[in-house]
């Protein structure tokens, strides 16, 4: 919030006031705030410190009766089949606001001491009123540019926990995880594997934990040899499913962490002449399109990536006014979605659990 006083007005200090706080032109001022490369390290320095100081707003607030008119998403790569869901549900958040989304992939981004140029600098330059990242947010120095040129961001989705003070919305995936499992519990499955993704990820940890809370609230007998890492693609969740039912008791069931590995699952299946449900019953986790494409279509988690984005949304303008939210993290519900892939356990040989 701005001082008041001589030096500053209702709306906060203008530009001219930051430049005479700091010794230099209005110009050099301008540069700093503007992201320009061609100033001296200890004149920056003192003009960001009079920012501080004073408590410059580097745009209009949206109480003035001035509406920002652009805002910026950030995604891994536009055929991630769950951006389109993030884009769709901030578009609409936007359109709502009267706003504009600019897209941009995670590759594109420059560094913040990169040439003038650089994606960071063009924030600037076209006034974005704030980014959106989704799953991978700002490195530490892009946080630091950020924060510096007033710039607020949310990153949704983090793969991450990101660090303490950077504002994000996610999904319960502990509670997901808990739902799966506990829908292969009530079908009469004991026998119940879980395939998760690599380690020590935000999302990945949650699900394997409501995993193993699930089986144990249950008074499950949880099996070592039943949880496998691969790497979130299908190829690799082919691979872990061999191994499952290479298990001398191999499980009548599978909680699969990602929809994106279940093809692997079906795959690994129909090399051994074996069918879902019957054989094995698979649940998911996201409900991306690709869930109700498989045959069967799979039963899954879903993640309500849409209403993430366009709840990110709203708490990026509100920070642009000048709100911080209570809390840093908001986490959106999941629900089961229940399709064709889980049933009671099969007549395999071994199959009952």
Not at 245 to 255: G, I, M, N, Q, R
Not at 313 to 341: F, I, Q, Y
Request: aromatic share 4%.
């Amino acid at each position: 919030m701005a001082r008041t006083g001589s030096a500053s007005t209702a709306a906060g200090p203008t530009l001219a006031v930051v430049a005479r706080e700091a010794g230099v032109s209005v110009p050099t001022a301008s540069k700093v705030v503007n992201g320009r490369q061609d100033v001296a390290p200890e004149t920056r320095r003192r003009v960001t410190e009079a920012l501080n100081r004073l408590g410059y707003v580097r745009r209009p607030r949206f109480g003035d009766g001035r509406m920002p008119h652009l805002v910026d998403l950030v995604v891994p790569s536009l055929e991630e089949s769950g951006s389109g869901a993030v884009l769709h549900g901030a578009e609409e958040a936007a359109h709502d606001a009267g706003l504009e989304i600019v897209v941009s992939t995670a590759t594109r981004r420059g560094r913040p001491d990169g040439p003038e140029r650089s994606w960071l600098d063009r924030l600037v330059v076209r006034g974005s009123s704030g980014v959106l990242f989704h799953l991978t947010g700002p490195s530490a120095p892009q946080r630091r540019w950020l924060e510096q040129h007033r710039i607020p961001f949310v990153v949704i989705d983090p793969v991450l926990d990101p660090p303490a003070d950077v504002v994000s919305v996610g999904a319960a995936n502990w509670q997901g995880a808990v739902t799966a499992t506990e829908h292969l519990l009530s079908l009469g499955h004991g026998r119940i594997a879980v395939i998760t993704g690599e380690r020590s990820t935000a999302s990945g940890d949650a699900r394997l934990a409501g995993y193993h809370s699930a089986l144990v609230a249950a008074g499950a007998r949880h099996r070592a040899e039943y949880v496998r890492h691969a790497a979130h693609d299908a190829a690799a969740a082919r691979h872990r499913t061999r191994e499952l039912l290479d298990l001398p008791e191999p499980p009548t069931a599978v909680f699969v962490c990602s929809d994106r590995m279940a093809p692997g699952v079906y795959g690994a299946l129909a090399e051994r002449g074996l069918r879902v449900p019957d054989d094995l019953s698979v649940v998911g986790f996201d409900d991306l399109p690709e869930a109700r494409w498989l045959t069967p279509a799979l039963t899954t988690v879903r993640r309500p990536r849409s209403e993430m984005a366009a709840t990110a949304l709203r708490l990026l303008l509100r920070m642009a006014d000048g709100h911080r939210p209570e809390s840093t993290r908001t986490e959106l519900s999941t629900r089961l979605v229940e399709r064709s892939s889980t049933a009671p356990p099969g007549s395999r040989p071994g199959a009952h659990g």
